[in-house]
Nanobody, 125 residues
Framework: QVHLIESGGGQVQTGGSLRLSCVVS????????MGWFRQAPEKEREFVAAVSWSGASTHYADSVKGRFTISKDIAENTVYLQMNSLKPEDTAVYYC??????????????????WGQGTQVTVSS
């Protein structure tokens, strides 16, 4: 059984930084394509960032490009999302996603097999 354990959410002021972490447990012998999505109140879940199986390729939503950085520790099956220059519109529940069957960058939610429970990020003005 695979579980994704997220941490690092919280409340910051505009311009602040947070780092989210997501650990994959249960199938530590596999590599995973991993990504982050977010969902604000009364909005659809949207793609934020993704990293490939090897960690060599990444992709970002236009709204976070240049401010957020996704990285992957392959040995620890952990993905990080460093979020800088945060804005109130970044406020959302952030979800980690993982898939052991795809080696490429995955940017659509339906392609992910496993999901975390979410961690709240609140940016105040």
């Amino acid at each position: 059984q695979v579980h994704l354990i997220e941490s690092g959410g919280g409340q910051v002021q505009t311009g602040g930084s947070l780092r989210l972490s997501c650990v994959v447990s249960g199938r530590t012998s596999d590599s995973f394509a991993m990504g982050w999505f977010r969902q604000a109140p009364e909005k659809e879940r949207e793609f934020v960032a993704a990293v490939s199986w090897s960690g060599a390729s990444t992709h970002y939503a236009d709204s976070v490009k240049g401010r957020f950085t996704i990285s992957k520790d392959i040995a620890e099956n952990t993905v990080y999302l460093q979020m800088n220059s945060l804005k109130p519109e970044d406020t959302a529940v952030y979800y980690c996603a993982a898939d052991p069957y795809k080696s490429y960058v995955v940017i659509t939610a339906i392609e992910y097999t496993y999901w975390g429970q979410g961690t709240q990020v609140t940016v105040s003005s």
